[in-house]
C-alpha cells in the first residue's frame, strides 16, 4: 500500500486486571476504504474503537492517524483531526432536536453554541448561518429531512442510528468508527443504511465498520479484521474469512457453518 494509512494500529494493548481485551493487535485502514472489523461478543471490537477515539488509554502500542501518532491525545483533538465514531449504546440527548444534535457535532468548528444559532440571537452570522445549513444538508443526506425539528428521543431507533451517523458527519471526519449500526433495524432499515454508508464512502470519508450482520458486511466490505479474545486471528476478504477454519471455530466451533447474524 502506496498510501499512508487513513489509521495505522500496531500491538494494541489493553487490559483489565487479568482479562486481556486487546492484546498486541495490528490493523489498518487505507483512505476511503470501507473495512469491517467482525468478531463474537467480547473479542475487542468495541474496546479498539475506544482506544483509537481517545476513550481509553492502551498499556501497549501505536495508534497513528493520517501518519501522526494520536495515543497522546484527548478525544476532542482526535475529532479535530478528523476522527469521528458513533456508539454501540446509542449516546444521544433525548430532548434536543434533531437539528441541535447534528449542530453539536460541529462545535469543534463553530464559535457559536447551538442553542444561539438556533434562536438567530445578535450573534447569528454568517458562519452560524452556513452551519444551520449544513445540518440540514446532512440530516437529508442520512434520510431524516423531515424530522429536523423533533427531539431526538421521539425518534424511532433506526432514525436515532442515522442521527448519530449525521451527528459524526457533521465534524467533517476522514474517518467514521461505526460500532454496530444496524443493531437493532429492521432489513429494510439495513438496506438502506448499506446504501447510505456506500454514499458516506463516495464523499471520500473512510469507514471502519464493527457490525454483526454478515450479509452487511460481504455486500459493503472488501476487507475483514476479525478478532477473538483479544487478538487479530485473520484479515482479507469477507468470502474467504467464512471460509477460514479459525474464523468459523471462533463463532460457532468446527466445521459449522460461517458467521451469522448474532445478537447484539
Ligand atoms: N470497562 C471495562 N472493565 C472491565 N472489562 C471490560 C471493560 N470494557 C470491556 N471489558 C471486557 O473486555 C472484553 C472486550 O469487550 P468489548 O466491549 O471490546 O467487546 P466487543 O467485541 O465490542 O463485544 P460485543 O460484540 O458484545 O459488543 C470483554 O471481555 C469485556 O467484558
Ligand atoms: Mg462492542
Known amino acids: 500500500m502506496s498510501e499512508v494509512p487513513v489509521l495505522e494500529v500496531r500491538g494494541l494493548t489493553l487490559r483489565y486486571g487479568g482479562l486481556s481485551a486487546l492484546e498486541g493487535v495490528d490493523l489498518a485502514v487505507a483512505p476511503r476504504a470501507l473495512d469491517a472489523l467482525i468478531g463474537p461478543n467480547g473479542a ?30 484527548k478525544p476532542s483533538a482526535r475529532a479535530a483531526l478528523g476522527l469521528a465514531r458513533t456508539f454501540q449504546n446509542l449516546r444521544l440527548f433525548a430532548e434536543m432536536s434533531a437539528l441541535e444534535t447534528v449542530l453539536t457535532g460541529m462545535h469543534a468548528r463553530l464559535r457559536a453554541s447551538p442553542l444561539a444559532i438556533l434562536a438567530r440571537g445578535p450573534r447569528f ?49 476522514k474517518l467514521l468508527l461505526l460500532d454496530e449500526p444496524a443493531a437493532g433495524m429492521n432489513p429494510a432499515e439495513t438496506a438502506a443504511l448499506g446504501r447510505l454508508l456506500g454514499e458516506i464512502r463516495a464523499r471520500g470519508i473512510a469507514l471502519l465498520l464493527v457490525e454483526h450482520d454478515m450479509s452487511l458486511v460481504m455486500r459493503l466490505c472488501e476487507k475483514v479484521a476479525v478478532l477473538n479474545f483479544g487478538r487479530r486471528i485473520f484479515e482479507g476478504s469477507p468470502e474467504a474469512a467464512r471460509r477460514e477454519p479459525c474464523v468459523l471455530e471462533a463463532y460457532l466451533g468446527v466445521g459449522e457453518a460461517a458467521p451469522a447474524r448474532a445478537a447484539p
Do not use: H, M, W
Request: proline residues 3%; glycine residues 12%; charged residues 35%.
Open 44 to 73: 475487542g471490537k468495541t474496546s479498539l474503537f475506544n482506544l483509537v477515539s481517545g476513550f481509553a488509554r492502551p498499556q501497549a502500542g501505536e495508534i497513528r492517524f493520517c501518519g501522526t501518532r494520536i495515543e497522546g491525545l
Open 125 to 173: 452570522r454568517r458562519e452560524e448561518r452556513a452551519a444551520l445549513e449544513e445540518a440540514r444538508a446532512l440530516l437529508d443526506f442520512v434520510g431524516l429531512s423531515g424530522v429536523e425539528l423533533r427531539r431526538a428521543g421521539e425518534l424511532s431507533y433506526g432514525e436515532r442510528r442515522r442521527l448519530e451517523i449525521a451527528r459524526a458527519l457533521a465534524s467533517r471526519p
